[in-house]
């Protein structure tokens, strides 16, 4: 069992930037790739991107790459998720998942284990 707690969230103008934390229990953190994920009120849950078991790759969606950036601490059992220049759009819950295996993935449901989600608010 794995569980991931994110913080870091909140409210902000555009332009600002912000940079989430999720933590995870157990010893096995270095064994799932990470992805991260944000829901807009009325809409599904997007793929923002994804880090590798060992941090040496990763990817993101289209609308965010050259502003956020992840990254990880295998000892620090810690995945960031660096926001800069914040948008408007960008106002979503965002939220950590675990992907057992090596390969990250877009799609929610090939995660196994999800956090409680953390509110990233940006204003005009």
């Known amino acids: 069992q794995v569980r991931l707690v994110e913080s870091g969230g909140g409210l902000v103008q555009a332009g600002d930037s912000l940079r989430l934390t999720c933590t995870s229990s157990?010893?096995?953190?270095?064994?799932?790739?990470m992805g991260w994920f944000r829901q807009a009120p009325g809409k599904e849950r997007e793929f923002v991107g994804a880090i590798s078991r060992n941090g040496a790759n990763t990817n993101y969606v289209d609308s965010v790459k050259g502003r956020f950036t992840i990254s990880r601490d295998n000892y620090r059992n810690t995945v960031y998720l660096q926001m800069d220049g914040l948008k408007p759009e960008d106002t979503a819950a965002y939220y950590c998942a675990a992907k057992g295996g090596v390969v990250t993935h877009v799609i929610p449901e090939r995660y196994d284990y999800w956090g409680q989600g953390t509110q990233v608010t940006v204003s005009s």
């Open positions: 157990g010893r096995t953190f270095s064994m799932y790739a």
